[in-house]
């Protein structure tokens, strides 16, 4: 891949959010493709006490989700913890990540907000502009928006913030915390829904965000090491994509 790389370190907050609201108004909630055949989960943790930032891509073949490639990037974090920005902070690693992937995604699939933001504009849209992809946002926790009361018995939910729509609610397992999607950008809500729907096998997250989520709270990259030692990765991902379309391989 060839996504370029991004320098935030001297990026002030008040000026990051002047470009949130900014880049807001490029977002587009339409459906650019009917239904993707690879899926990239991005997700990120940190290492040394947050001073590095570790990101993770797993990336699924879709509808089948079997885990095709995968890859981690490290880089010193340049930009503080603030809640609404923190795609300011994950980004360049993440970025750093998707470089290493031998095959474009279709879609992304991020731990992190899309429009379910202050300003409309969560990590998944700013992503999906930088990438020109598809996004989708599955948050774990709420970060703004109310909804009515999610139960085994009334598992999917609007969320709303100021009388709009920015979201769903979906407990997407009995007895589970529920997840919280929104579109990043090229894609409705109600398609992200169903994406999303059609990425579980039975966990809380998705299953690009679950790989992704595994691979990136590896600090000690037991996970990386065993996924490395398979024989047929490598080959695995070009006989996939063989028989797709030959002219994909990167």
Not at 136 to 160: A, C, F, M, P, Y
Not at 199 to 224: F, M, Q, V
Request: with cysteine.
């Amino acid at each position: 891949m060839n996504f370029p790389a991004v320098d935030f370190s001297g990026i002030s907050p008040a000026m990051a959010i002047e470009q949130q609201k900014k880049l807001a108004q490029k977002i587009h909630l339409i459906d650019k493709q009917p239904s993707p055949r690879y899926i990239a989960g991005i997700d990120v943790g940190f290492e040394q006490k947050g001073q590095i930032t570790r990101a993770a891509v797993a990336l699924l073949s879709f509808p089948e989700l079997s885990l095709i490639d995968f890859a981690v990037a490290r880089r010193p974090t340049q930009f503080p913890y603030i809640p609404g920005l923190l795609s300011f902070r994950e980004l360049p690693a993440i970025l750093d990540a998707m470089n290493l992937l031998a095959l474009l995604p279709d879609l992304l699939m991020i731990d992190g907000h899309g429009i379910a933001h202050p300003r409309r504009f969560g990590l998944a849209c700013h992503i999906a502009l930088i990438t020109s992809l598809p996004s989708i946002g599955v948050g774990k926790s709420r970060l703004i928006g109310t909804h009515e009361l999610i139960s085994d018995k009334n598992t999917n939910q609007n969320l709303i913030h100021h009388g709009e729509i920015i979201g769903k609610v979906i407990q997407s397992r009995i007895k589970a915390r529920p997840i919280y999607i929104s579109p990043g950008n090229n894609i409705s809500l109600d398609h992200s829904v169903e994406l999303v729907l059609a990425s579980l096998k039975g966990y809380r997250l998705p299953e690009p965000i679950r790989w992704a989520h595994r691979i990136a709270s590896d600090p000690k990259n037991k996970l990386l090491r065993a996924l490395s030692q398979e024989k047929n990765l490598i080959e695995r991902v070009r006989n996939h994509v063989e028989r797709q379309n030959p002219d994909e391989i990167c």
